[in-house]
Antibody
């Protein structure tokens, strides 16, 4: 079955760090563009980061310097490292696959993992 | 990068058609034919309805259609059904980045 399963969320204190994981099955992450999209409670979707098949990475300006997207090809898993967490980083973090290098839409989503930043 | 502008809410009766607009700027919608639309139910992950402005993935009803003019994209849902009630988001590629709209809540009366 083609799917994405996120993990790693939880309650984190402001200033802390966390690493989210996204395990893929049914396809190879290294052959695809992969991304993280987040959604604050009751709010809209916000693009966070993308890693291209060739390895280049891009991040939203609002998070630049605090986030790193990476992948482990042997584990077929994508990661998102977020540092210096702020209360406003509280959100559901979704892992998503982009449909290709041309269409660039998010065609497969995980169920999301909730990150709560609070003291 | 500011969010694309969508109406906060739209409504319609079963069988009617509605259109949701999505307005961007010169560096996103106006430049790239890479607008996509997503449907999201409460507590669920988004699902792509339209990609590349007006293309439908396999399995998506032909009641959903997309278009673009200048810096504004639109999603039209024809023959409204109760199951269409939910949140809808537009998204545009903007050169190694993606910008989403603020979302539109569709209510089927």
């Amino acid at each position: 079955e083609v799917q994405l399963v996120e993990s790693g969320g939880g309650l984190i204190q402001p200033g802390g760090s966390l690493r989210l994981s996204c395990a893929a099955s049914g396809f190879t992450v290294s052959n695809n563009y992969m991304a993280w999209v987040r959604q604050a409670p009751g709010k809209g979707l916000e693009w966070v980061s993308t890693i291209y098949a060739g390895g280049r990475t891009y991040h939203a300006d609002s998070l630049k310097g605090r986030v790193t997207i990476s992948r482990d090809n042997s584990q077929n898993t994508v990661y998102l490292q977020v540092n210096s967490l702020r209360v406003e980083d509280t959100a559901i973090y979704y892992c998503a696959r982009l449909s290709g290098s041309i269409s660039l839409d998010f065609d497969l989503w995980g169920q999301g993992t909730l990150v709560t930043v609070s003291s | 990068q500011s969010a694309l502008t969508q109406p906060a809410s739209v409504s319609g009766s079963p069988g009617q058609s509605i259109t949701i607009s999505c307005t961007g700027g010169a560096s996103d919608i106006a430049t790239y034919n890479l607008v996509s639309w997503y449907q999201q139910y409460p507590g669920k992950a988004p699902k792509v309805l339209i990609y590349e402005v007006n293309k439908r993935p396999s399995g998506v009803s032909n009641r959903f259609s997309g278009s673009k003019s200048g810096n504004t994209a639109s999603l039209t849902i024809s023959g409204l059904q109760a199951e269409d009630e939910g949140d809808y988001y537009c998204c545009s590629y903007a050169g190694n980045s993606w910008i989403f709209g603020g979302g539109t809540k569709l209510t089927v009366l």
